[in-house]
């Protein structure tokens, strides 16, 4: 199985600050990388979608990058409604796999 | 709108079986995959099996394979995931969840079932 590793577990930070989660994955994936936002008691919700494409209806302060084996999540300027936890999944082959997650905490 | 509605909350005994269901909605029913991806109390996020919803396919997350059974009900537009020989490890929130329409990654989720393994 591919295992995914996110970086950090958590992370503290103030409305506008720029974050950046890391996703490596232990081989190549090629760009079957997605990112997605679970808050507490929702279902998670996909933001990106093959490394780096946006979901529709997702701000744009959110990007992704990446391929093969190192991925990012970058918002640009945290918003209230940011604060989260992040996982992200490889869908390159069976059976997927999802990073531990990145709790993303208000300072 | 794609929409999936899941079955309601589930209270079992170890060793038991627990048979969820996942009613489709708003898009052609055999076009894209359902998965199930589950999480436990205050875990991540667990992929465990994927079905085509025509019934030809799936694949499973080995540590599930030989527990899980996937079916399908095309006429009710509605999959359904069986998991047995249930421990209390298996207590976690149930999500149905379907192919993205650009990518094969999970584009869709339903509300989540709760499922809880307890004597």
């Known amino acids: 199985d591919i295992q995914m590793t996110q970086s950090p577990s958590t992370l503290s930070a103030s409305v506008g600050d720029r974050v950046t989660i890391t996703c490596r994955a232990s081989q190549s994936i090629s760009s079957w990388l997605a990112w997605y936002q679970q808050k507490p008691g929702k279902a998670p919700k996909v933001l990106i979608y093959k490394a780096s494409n946006l979901e529709s209806g997702v701000p744009s302060r959110f990007s992704g990058s990446g391929s093969g084996t190192e991925f990012t999540l970058t918002i640009s300027s945290l918003q209230p409604d940011d604060f989260a936890t992040y996982y992200c999944?490889?869908?390159?082959?069976?059976?997927?796999?999802f990073g531990q997650g990145s709790n993303l905490e208000i300072k | 709108q794609v929409q999936l509605v899941q079955s309601g909350a589930e209270v079992k005994k170890p060793g038991a079986s627990v048979k969820l269901s996942c009613k489709a909605s708003?898009?052609?029913?055999?076009?894209?995959?359902i998965h199930w991806v589950r999480q436990a109390p205050g875990q991540g996020l667990e992929w465990m099996a994927m079905?085509?919803?025509?019934?030809?396919?799936?694949k499973y997350a080995q540590k599930f394979q030989g527990r899980v059974t996937m079916t399908s009900d095309t006429s009710t537009t509605t999959v359904y995931m069986e998991l047995s020989s249930l421990r209390s490890e298996d207590t976690a929130v149930y999500y149905c969840t379907r192919d993205h329409d650009n990518s094969n990654c999970n584009g869709y989720w339903g509300q989540g079932t709760l499922v809880t393994v307890s004597s």
């Open positions: 708003g898009y052609t029913f055999t076009s894209y995959h």
């Open positions: 999944q490889q869908y390159d082959s069976f059976p997927y796999t």
């Open positions: 079905i085509n919803p025509s019934g030809v396919s799936g």
